[in-house]
């Protein structure tokens, strides 16, 4: 066998269920080999790292979060990261998905660092099913000016998605529709 001297063999752990799915990406992209996706993937992988790490500056950050609801001790890890982050949450708001899943959106003002680490620890808890940030400018105008500024710069927006491989192969259940009286967005005439 003879290998690239730049390539190195691993050995990765991951469940039936897990590999079934990223076989059936794998597949369906066209990729010639399993080893191909999984380079993809970790490229990607670093990408969104790298582009989390560079996002600087006062920023409004919006995170929403997927996680189990019965996970032992998760409710309280959560907590603290909120609490160690108070200063820059704004606002949240929970909504339970179905018996298993509560999705959890935050919204946060303050220095990119302290946005993208707070997204980073909830990231980190077991029991974490889905995780995405999105980061805007605060003060971005409708056509895309910074209100305040001079030189009209464009502001940056940052979407940063993850899914952790213990999430469910389909997602959590959604709903749907709208019923009115239950989370229904109401037209004032």
């Not at 950050?61 to 032992?72: D, L, M, N, P, V």
């Not at 999705?103 to 946060?108: I, K």
């Not at 895309?144 to 030189?151: A, F």
């Amino acid at each position: 066998m003879n290998m690239d001297p730049e390539l190195m063999r691993i050995g990765v752990s991951l469940s039936g269920r897990l590999l079934g799915r990223f076989d059936t990406i794998v597949e369906k992209r066209g990729y010639s080999s399993r080893s191909e996706g999984i380079r993809e993937a970790i490229k990607t992988y670093i990408q969104n790292y790298e582009w989390m790490s560079e996002v600087t500056g006062e920023r409004l950050g919006i995170i929403t979060i997927i996680y189990e609801s019965g996970r032992k001790g998760l409710a309280d890890r959560l907590s603290a990261a909120r609490k160690e982050h108070i200063g820059q949450i704004l606002s949240s708001i929970q909504v339970n998905l179905d018996r298993d899943s509560i999705m959890d959106m935050v919204v946060m003002r303050g220095d990119a660092r302290e946005v993208v680490a707070f997204a980073e620890k909830v990231m980190a808890c077991k029991g974490v099913k889905y995780l995405k940030l999105t980061t805007a400018v605060p003060g971005a105008d409708a056509e895309g000016g910074i209100e305040g500024r001079r030189d009209g710069a464009r502001p940056s927006r940052i979407t940063f998605e993850c899914r952790h491989p213990q999430a469910h192969s389909s997602g959590p259940e959604m709903p749907t529709k709208a019923h009115p009286g239950r989370g229904a967005a109401r037209r004032s005439r």
